[in-house]
């Protein structure tokens, strides 16, 4: 089946880290690119992190830049979403994400729209 | 960064209607536009990418169109699985998604 599934949310203090992962499966995991996508409760969505198939590529949103670190472990189909300094606004339901793409050449080529998302993993940031 | 801005935030109709949504970005992003359907408790679904490429498997009453700097989503006849939340998503630089549309029944 293909799926992915996040894990590693909980409570946190604010200042506090949290890693979150998200385990693929029933696709090639090295050939496409990978997010992360946030939700606040009752909020709308917001795009929080990119990383090519190789991980040559990388973006953050402004407002988690030099605090959250997006990896990825090809050979273990996972991504992950290392998250330091945490802030009572960074409370939100986090979503693994899928990009659309294909690879032609030994090289992969991706758009950025999702179309395969996790169930998400909650994370709440307070004292 | 860019700024996706969508209206209306709310729309209340009725099965049937025709809807539209509008999205304007704060600068041009070409035909890097997808849109998203979300239901409550539900992660996001794919419907629309590059503006207005459907999805495989989403109903044909979906459509998109637009470029440059201004897009609509229509739903040419909103049937009861359609009241959700919508989203549109710029991927011309990095991403972003706009505030979200709310269609409810009227």
């Known amino acids: 089946e293909v799926q992915l599934v996040e894990s590693g949310g909980g409570l946190v203090q604010p200042g506090r880290s949290l890693r979150l992962s998200c385990a693929a499966s029933?696709?090639?995991?090295?050939?496409?690119?990978m997010h992360w996508v946030r939700q606040a409760p009752g909020k709308g969505l917001e795009w929080v992190s990119g990383i090519s198939w190789n991980s040559g590529s990388i973006g953050y949103a402004d407002s988690v830049k030099g605090r959250f670190t997006i990896s990825r472990d090809n050979a273990k189909n996972s991504l992950y979403l290392q998250m330091n300094s945490l802030r009572a606004e960074d409370t939100a339901l986090y979503y693994c994400?899928?990009?659309?793409?294909?690879?032609?050449?030994?090289?992969?080529?991706?758009?950025?729209?999702?179309?395969?998302w996790g169930r998400g993993t909650l994370v709440t940031v307070s004292s | 960064d860019i700024q996706m801005t969508q209206s209306p935030s709310t729309l209340s109709a009725s099965v049937g209607d025709r809807v539209t949504i509008t999205c304007r970005a704060s600068?041009?992003?070409?035909?890097?536009l997808a849109w998203y359907q979300q239901k409550p408790g539900k992660a996001p679904k794919l419907l629309i990418y590059k503006a207005s490429s459907l999805e495989s498997g989403v109903p044909s009453r979906f459509s998109g169109s637009g470029s440059g700097t201004e897009f609509t989503l229509t739903i040419s006849s909103l049937q009861p699985d359609d009241f959700a939340t919508y989203y549109c998503?710029?991927?011309?630089?990095?991403?972003?998604f706009g505030g979200g549309t709310k269609v409810e029944i009227k």
């Open positions: 998503q710029q991927y011309n630089s990095y991403s972003s």
């Open positions: 994400a899928k990009a659309e793409g294909y690879c032609s050449g030994g090289s992969c080529y991706s758009h950025w729209y999702f179309d395969l």
């Open positions: 600068q041009s992003i070409s035909s890097w």
């Open positions: 029933g696709f090639t995991f090295d050939d496409y690119a």
